[in-house]
């Protein structure tokens, strides 16, 4: 009979214990090609060119055409947002209708495009003062679409606004434990496009990827 009663006030407890919810798995943040380890992009920062900035009062963004056109009827920026965001889905004219983007800058989650900006990760003022102003057209035209290396991300557009032109002696993302990648991205682009940095730049730098 105890037996019975033990069994039975077991069976209640069980039936009355709340079931746990699923958890959604977090969404996978984007990562562009051509992000070097922590290692390389220190030895890439160390062969920079340190300067300061130069041509300041002659930048013009529209010297940096973009966004041009990548396939069909896809410009860079519409291939930005089908490449880091999941589950996209583009109309006839490439324009994304719906999907799903994480900004790595600030961790915000977004399901409208008209959210989301495609920033530069070397602003294009900072490239022209780091030396970009003796470029050709066209060469400032393949730096601005480089789909090839780290310089493009979807992120939130209020924070792309925010950052601006800043380098990362003055703006840094909110979610400090990108800071390695930011850094990373960072390096691996003014090394190949051979800009140099600023001596406020290459410190903060070198802070960020000391936290690699």
Excluded at 87 to 101: K, P, R
Excluded at 105 to 110: H, L, P, V
Excluded at 130 to 156: C, H, I, M, Y
């Amino acid at each position: 009979m105890k037996f019975s009663a033990v069994v039975l006030a077991l069976a209640g407890a069980a039936a009355a214990a709340p079931v746990p919810e699923p958890v959604a798995a977090p969404m996978p943040m984007p990562t562009p090609p051509g992000i070097p380890s922590a290692a390389s992009a220190k030895t890439q920062l160390a062969a920079l060119t340190v300067r300061a900035w130069t041509n300041t009062d002659t930048y013009d963004r529209d010297l940096f055409p973009h966004w041009i056109t990548i396939s069909g009827a896809c410009n860079t920026r519409e291939t930005v947002l089908k490449r880091d965001g999941t589950n996209v889905v583009t109309n006839s004219a490439c324009a994304s209708t719906s999907g799903t983007w994480v900004s790595p800058y600030d961790g915000a989650s977004w399901t409208a495009a008209s959210d989301v900006d495609i920033d530069h990760m070397v602003p294009l003022k900072n490239a022209w003062v780091s030396g970009a102003a003796s470029w050709t057209t066209a060469k400032r035209q393949e730096f601005a679409n480089d789909l090839t290396r780290p310089q493009l991300w979807a992120v939130t557009d209020s924070v792309n606004q925010s950052k601006s032109d800043k380098s990362p002696d003055s703006w840094k993302p909110s979610v400090s434990s990108f800071h390695c990648t930011y850094a990373r991205s960072w390096v691996q682009v003014k090394s190949y496009w051979a800009l140099s940095v600023t001596s406020a730049e290459k410190s903060a730098l070198t802070t960020m990827l000391n936290t690699c």
